[in-house]
């Protein structure tokens, strides 16, 4: 099986695996398996791969810390919400309560305003006899 090397050629054989410049694939003989050549020219790919490697670490030195400060969060926002529910409960209390006196002590406290203003028209009108002398 003869295959062309020139690029816009139609491919015949392994040439469809050529990906870059500096690769290129052959069939083995009387078998399916393809072998996959590098060139030495081209080949930084040990310097790429070095490269991804150190991307690749510190990324996932990104997620860790993504990850600890969303569990953070998420206890913080735990706590938070606990907090909330027991302040709530308090209010509730206090209001029954509150209620509760007002009801109870609600009569009370109108004989008191009451009293308070006739003291206060009582006052007014002795003053105003006084100073009429």
Not at 24 to 33: I, K, N, P, Q, V
Not at 43 to 53: F, K, P, S, V, Y
Request: glycine residues 6%; charged residues 25%; proline residues 2%.
């Amino acid at each position: 099986m003869a295959s062309t090397s020139y690029r816009g050629a139609p491919y015949y054989g392994a040439d469809p695996y050529r990906s870059r410049e500096g690769l290129s694939t052959r069939t083995a003989a009387g078998s399916d398996e393809i072998q996959l050549r590098i060139d030495p020219l081209n080949a930084d790919l040990d310097e790429e791969i070095t490269g991804l490697r150190s991307q690749i670490r510190q990324l996932k030195g990104v997620a860790q810390e993504i990850e600890s400060e969303a569990t953070f969060q998420n206890d913080l926002i735990s706590k938070l919400q606990m907090t909330l529910v027991r302040a709530e409960a308090g209010v509730k209390h206090n209001l029954r309560q509150l209620k509760r006196s007002i009801i109870q002590e609600g009569s009370n406290h109108v004989v008191h305003v009451v009293l308070f203003a006739l003291l206060c028209f009582t006052v007014v009108y002795l003053w105003s006899k006084i100073s009429r002398r």
